[in-house]
């Protein structure tokens, strides 16, 4: 049998041969280090990587071991981070020409975890810039382009973190979500990505497009990885008051309710709809019990959820906008523009849907363990692709990359997706498992159980192969 690669291996597999001395810290990371060398031109998905530094942090680890001291969870392994979280010793730029090009001096509070956890911080990942768009392209660095076809995009923002990751650069990632940021380009490269609950992660230390829209969370290669990771991240912080500590009991026994969301603002191609269907076959095989279920005005949502990231953004980048605005992308510019002009009346109208629709999904949260929907209605749209058929729809390709994802964040509920099929030229679909707040490890559980009959998520792009 052929000995799988150590940047190959999961989270959870990695943990137990460290912890067992199997290999090392330093093996490991130079294993992610040749990983990062063979694909960094074809990709771009970093840009900022110490190989120094992340050597030093591998042998320090290393010698702790060797004096019987393990840091935590996650002693020697590596994880990428997105290039809008601070980090004491990158650069933090969000990927965008406004911002000076040195370290914030202070780690963000989830990058701090990840260190105090044993992780080993392996550089900052490209993003579209300011987390302002679902495309990956636009970025000071330059586009991220999809392992399994760099004619595609990575989906964004977290495209540099998703890309690593499909890549075998990582074993883990961290990115942030504002519609979908996350899981998006989870989806479109073929890995996990969870938008956790509103307030479960903190987001001190990230630099933000939308405040009561933002979520900090992690990305990985299956559930299982993503809990482990999550362990990590989540818990109150004094730095982000809107942080609390609330978990709800996991359901793991047969007969698990699924919401399968239909109706009005669920759209899909034939190759994802046809995947969908299939995974809907797996969790009813599995013992899930599926009813399809719609929500009133959903469609609408899309929109409103639009108006109240517009307004929020181009406050928080009013004081940019008035000295550096030549400095921002075109598209970002023309957004953060655009929102100046939305009306105090409209975000608060937007604001009391917003409430209506939290309802709506509470009520059939009362009934059921999770809702299930496709993640994205494509897979990854080629660069260059601006508007895409979906059905009798023609929309924009940033559209049809959130016009599903969006709803996590509007409602706060937690996401995950997970790879759950391919389209006719071999490119990941994927599906999102949504639930009540705080409900993580309920969906991860729902997640992880079709992992547990299916291989979607193992599979890797042929530049890996």
Not at 152 to 167: D, V
Not at 319 to 335: K, P
Not at 416 to 425: F, M, Y
Request: glycine letters at 10%.
């Amino acid at each position: 049998m052929t000995e799988v690669p150590l940047n190959e291996l999961e989270v959870g597999e990695l943990v137990r041969r460290l912890h067992r001395r199997d290999i090392s810290a330093v093996a490991l990371a130079e294993a992610c280090l040749a990983a990062s060398a063979s694909v960094r031109d074809t990709i771009n998905a970093h840009v900022a990587l110490d190989e120094g530094k992340v050597l030093a942090e591998a042998r320090a680890l290393d010698n702790m071991r060797e004096g019987g001291v393990v840091a935590g969870p996650l002693h020697g392994i590596p994880v990428a981070i997105k290039d809008n979280f601070w980090t004491r010793d990158y650069p933090t730029t969000a990927c965008s020409r406004v911002l000076a090009d040195s370290p914030a001096g202070i780690d963000a509070t989830v990058v701090g975890r990840l260190r105090a956890a044993g992780a080993i911080i392996f550089g900052k990942t490209n993003m579209h810039e300011w987390a302002y768009g679902a495309t990956n392209t636009s970025s000071a660095f330059g586009p991220v382009r999809n392992p399994w076809n760099p004619d595609h995009i990575s989906g964004g923002s977290s495209g540099g973190s998703a890309a690593a990751l499909a890549a075998r650069v990582v074993p883990a990632a961290l990115g942030s979500d504002t519609g979908g940021s996350v899981r998006i380009p989870a989806a479109a490269c073929g890995v996990c990505g969870l938008k956790p609950t509103y307030g479960r992660v903190s987001r001190f230390g990230v630099l933000p497009l939308s405040f009561s829209l933002d979520v900090a969370g992690p990305m990985a290669r299956s559930a299982r990885d993503l809990g482990i990771l999550l362990d990590v991240l989540s818990g109150e912080d004094p730095r982000d008051p809107t942080t609390r500590v609330d978990r709800h009991a996991v359901s793991r026994s047969p007969g698990t309710r699924l919401a399968v969301l239909r109706g009005e603002g669920i759209l899909c191609d034939e190759d994802v709809g046809r995947a969908f269907e299939n995974a809907l076959g797996e969790f009813r095989e599995a013992g899930f019990m599926l009813t399809d279920v719609e929500v009133p005005g959903l469609e609408r949502g899309f929109g409103i959820w639009k108006v109240i990231m517009l307004a929020e953004a181009s406050a928080w980048h009013a004081r940019y906008l008035e000295t550096h605005a030549a400095s921002y992308g075109e598209d970002v510019r023309v957004q953060l523009q655009a929102g100046q002009h939305i009306a105090a009346v409209d975000y608060l109208g937007a604001q009391q849907f917003r409430t209506r629709l939290v309802t709506g999904f509470q009520d059939i949260l009362k009934h059921h363990d999770a809702v299930c929907l496709p993640t994205l209605p494509v897979a990854a749209p080629a660069h260059g692709e601006t508007n895409i058929t979906v059905g009798k729809k023609r929309i924009s390709a940033q559209d049809a990359m959130t016009v599903m994802p969006w709803i996590a964040n509007l409602t706060g509920l937690p996401a995950v997706s997970i790879p759950s099929g391919s389209n006719a030229a071999g490119l990941p679909v994927a599906l999102t498992v949504m639930g009540r707040p705080f409900g993580e490890e309920t969906i991860l559980d729902i997640a992880g159980t079709f992992q547990s009959v299916t291989d979607w998520h193992t599979l890797k792009p042929r530049m890996v192969a």
